[in-house]
């Protein structure tokens, strides 16, 4: 059971406070319902007696946000390249309600952002909504403002893709122009 002014999470929408539990009238059926007030003054009933089953759950503490702040600094995840199963695998560990599963969809679409310039519409909208989850929960964790956690959150993942990505890349890079620049020799040199 949860109380009025608690900061819990809702799976697929972020975290929120409970603002006040009222019984309401829905389909004929009066019941118990949370109301939460979520980011960008939006409201989301939950009834009382499934709120549990439907995944909701407590805010986590600082102690845990910054294990998931880890997860954003750490290598991605493997991935299918089928964008449709990576679509459908994504959606899965969202629908979790796990936060550092949505940290990793996080930083495992951010860095194929990164790599490929851009995203599938379905993907970009992904992406964005695991951000906002990401976001709303860990400015309640960490009593930061919105714009901060945004700022910590897409440092984490530029440093990370820097450190697994861009040494890669500069590798290739190197050994492309390495190539293009080799002039073999034919002994036309000696004549």
């Given at each position: 059971?949860?109380?009025?002014?608690?900061?819990?999470?809702?799976?697929?929408?972020?975290?929120?406070t409970?603002s006040?539990?009222?019984?309401?009238?829905?389909?004929?059926e009066?019941?118990?319902?949370?109301?939460?007030?979520?980011p960008?003054?939006v409201?989301?009933?939950?009834?009382?007696?499934?709120?549990?089953?439907?995944?909701?759950?407590?805010?986590?503490?600082e102690?845990?946000?910054?294990?998931?702040?880890?997860?954003?600094?750490?290598?991605?995840?493997?991935?299918?390249?089928?964008?449709?199963?990576?679509?459908?695998?994504?959606?899965?560990?969202?629908?979790?309600?796990?936060?550092y599963?949505?940290?990793?969809?996080?930083?495992?679409?951010?860095?194929?952002?990164?790599?490929?310039?851009?995203?599938?519409?379905?993907?970009?909208?992904?992406?964005l909504?695991a951000?906002?989850?990401?976001v709303?929960?860990?400015?309640?964790?960490e009593?930061?403002?919105?714009?901060?956690?945004?700022?910590?959150?897409?440092?984490?993942?530029?440093?990370?893709?820097?450190?697994?990505?861009?040494?890669?890349?500069?590798k290739i890079?190197?050994?492309?122009?390495?190539?293009?620049?080799?002039i073999p020799?034919?002994?036309a040199?000696?004549?």
């Amino acid at each position: 059971m949860f109380n009025i002014g608690d900061n819990i999470v809702y799976p697929m929408h972020g975290a929120g406070t409970i603002s006040s539990i009222e019984e309401k009238e829905v389909l004929g059926e009066k019941q118990q319902y949370y109301i939460i007030k979520m980011p960008g003054e939006v409201m989301v009933m939950v009834p009382t007696a499934k709120a549990e089953a439907m995944g909701v759950r407590n805010v986590i503490d600082e102690k845990s946000a910054n294990s998931v702040l880890q997860v954003l600094e750490k290598d991605e995840t493997e991935m299918s390249n089928n964008w449709n199963k990576r679509y459908r695998e994504n959606l899965d560990k969202m629908k979790t309600g796990d936060i550092y599963e949505v940290a990793d969809v996080v930083r495992n679409l951010s860095f194929k952002q990164k790599e490929k310039g851009t995203l599938s519409t379905g993907e970009k909208k992904m992406l964005l909504n695991a951000k906002q989850i990401l976001v709303s929960e860990l400015v309640l964790a960490e009593h930061s403002s919105k714009e901060e956690i945004e700022k910590l959150i897409d440092n984490k993942i530029d440093m990370s893709y820097k450190e697994y990505r861009v040494p890669t890349e500069a590798k290739i890079d190197l050994q492309q122009n390495a190539v293009n620049k080799f002039i073999p020799f034919n002994g036309a040199a000696n004549a």
